[in-house]
């Protein structure tokens, strides 16, 4: 069996193991577990046991940072799934998805303003230097 294949079916991972995988740090783990994002469990020494519902959790918050969103919305949608179950949280999602693509939209029209502003100074400056270097 390959190392791949093992790792699929892993049961539990240890936080060193997350982040390894993720190439995060321990301490962002940590953080999300203090903002209520993962609930790993504990063993009897203390060390945190995370299963593999946390390790999709993690994927999802790394995807949702990775997209823009805040950890309170990403938050929002995980629990959604708790609470309401899939479809609710597909919905959530939408609308977050909805958002962030007029954000995204505003965004591009202002660069593309501040890029034709450039162009035009540009422009400018380039007939300038043509008049004092004839």
């Known amino acids: 069996m390959n190392r791949k294949t093992s790792e699929k079916r892993k049961n539990t991972y240890t936080i060193s193991e997350l982040a390894k995988e993720f190439d995060i740090s321990t301490r962002t783990i940590r953080y999300y577990e203090e903002v209520g994002l993962l609930s790993p469990m504990r063993t009897a020494g203390n060390q945190r046991v995370f299963t593999r519902k946390d390790r999709a959790k993690l994927k999802l918050i790394l995807r949702g940072k990775r997209l823009g969103f805040s950890l309170d919305e990403i938050k929002e949608m995980i629990e959604m799934y708790d609470v309401a179950g899939e479809p609710e949280q ?45």
Not at 94 to 102: D, F, S, V
Not at 108 to 124: P, S, T
Request: aromatic share 2%; hydrophobic share 40%; no cysteine.
């Open 90 to 134: 597909i919905k959530l999602a939408l609308k977050y998805g909805n958002k962030k693509l007029q954000e995204i939209d505003e965004k591009i029209k202002e660069l593309e303003l501040l890029k034709e502003e450039i162009l035009n100074i540009k422009e400018m400056l380039i007939k300038r230097l043509e008049e004092l270097e004839k």
